[in-house]
């Protein structure tokens, strides 16, 4: 059984995009298009690995990742983001993230990284 993905992203053709990709792959996808809807609904002990966009109205992606860390949440976190900043990556990999990816994603390269997150 694979790990549960959660993807929050403002844009739905991006969620209903990566959604289709990865359930090619046989992994259990949840879609969100806040942060607070994923909060309000996954528990911070809930398995599960999550692509967070970073920036989205309300909580963006480094608010959610410092709540997620401040919770003791061990959830892995890959950033992706159409930001071409050249500090993005590194700045996403101190907040605590395994990964960032820039829209659009490889689906293989996305894939990989999930895999390698894998408990």
């Not at 996808?29 to 994923?38: L, M, Y």
């Not at 920036?55 to 410092?66: A, F, N, R, T, Y």
């Not at 500090?87 to 293989?108: M, S």
């Amino acid at each position: 059984m694979s790990v549960p993905i959660y993807i929050v992203d403002d844009d739905e053709s991006v969620c209903r995009a990566l959604k289709t990709l990865l359930m090619t792959y046989d992994f259990e996808v949840t879609t969100f298009n806040s942060a607070q809807n994923f909060f309000d609904t996954v528990a911070h002990d809930d398995p599960g690995c999550l692509l967070l966009d970073i920036h989205m109205p309300g909580l963006d992606g480094w608010e959610v990742q410092k709540r997620i860390l401040a919770s003791g949440s061990n959830r892995a976190v890959i950033f992706i983001s159409a930001e071409k900043k050249d500090d993005a990556t590194n700045r996403a990999l101190q907040a605590g993230a395994v990964g960032f990816l820039q829209k659009p994603v490889n689906g293989q390269t996305l894939v990989d990284l999930i895999n390698g997150v894998k408990n």
